[in-house]
């Protein structure tokens, strides 16, 4: 099972609200990531959790704040987001962060899509 | 900045014909490598990945590597209408320094296949 779930589907939020994304993985994966991806190009890399302690915030504005309560899920929070954040936003999991071969493979999860109005 | 670049695309086939996605990248040093699959809308989906040179086969799918020219590939042979999608090229750097933990992209290619 490589399943990875994301929730929500779909997201529209005010520049004001606070809103979370929230992602789950089952497979034992001690690695998690957030990515961000705009139509057209290819996922852009957000945040990475290995052993549930952030490893890379690839300088990400604060007003995204990732949060790993424990190995098998991840949260996004969100807080008053730009119109330009809009974007469909990426959980994926593999085994290990510092690891090559099949220990590394990366699943991804359904994503959400973000609108920001 | 690891590049990966992919052959720009778009990718027009007709069915049944062999479809070649190309893709070559900067740092020699990088030892695996995926495939992915992205229909629009969608996210994306690993359908194939190769850690030593050579081919590797699955289904209708064949990656292969060389490192040595810091290339790979995926052919589709018998090309469906529904493998009309975006493939993404994708490196993990060594495990070292800033590389560590991260997967580089390409650009990705569009693929039509069309019956």
């Known amino acids: 099972d490589t399943e990875v779930t994301q929730t929500p589907k779909h997201l529209v939020m005010g520049m004001t609200n606070k809103k979370s994304l929230k992602c789950e993985q089952h497979m034992g994966h001690r690695a998690m990531y957030w990515y961000k991806q705009k139509a057209k190009k290819p996922p852009e890399l957000m945040f990475v959790y290995s052993y549930e302690k952030l490893s890379i915030n690839e300088s990400v504005p604060s007003r995204f704040s990732p949060e790993c309560p424990n190995s098998s899920l991840l949260n996004l929070h969100l807080h008053a987001l730009q119109p330009e954040d809009s974007a469909l936003y990426l959980c994926a999991s593999s085994q290990f962060v510092q690891a090559q071969g099949p220990t590394y493979e990366q699943y991804f999860g359904p994503g959400t899509r973000l609108t920001v109005t | ?115």
């Open chain 2, 1 to 115: 900045q690891k590049e990966v670049e992919q052959n720009s695309g778009p990718l027009s086939v007709p069915e049944g014909a062999i479809a070649s996605l190309n893709c070559t990248y900067s740092d020699r040093g990088s030892q695996s490598f995926f495939w992915y699959r992205q229909y629009s809308g969608k996210s994306p989906e690993l359908i194939m990945f190769i850690y030593s040179n050579g081919d590797k086969e699955d289904g209708r799918f064949t990656a292969q590597l060389n490192k040595a020219s810091q290339y790979v590939s995926l052919l589709i042979r018998d090309s469906q209408p529904s493998d009309s999608a975006t493939y993404l090229c994708a490196v993990k750097g060594p495990d070292r320094g800033s590389t560590l933990g991260r997967l580089y992209f390409g650009r990705g290619t569009q693929l039509t296949v069309w019956p």
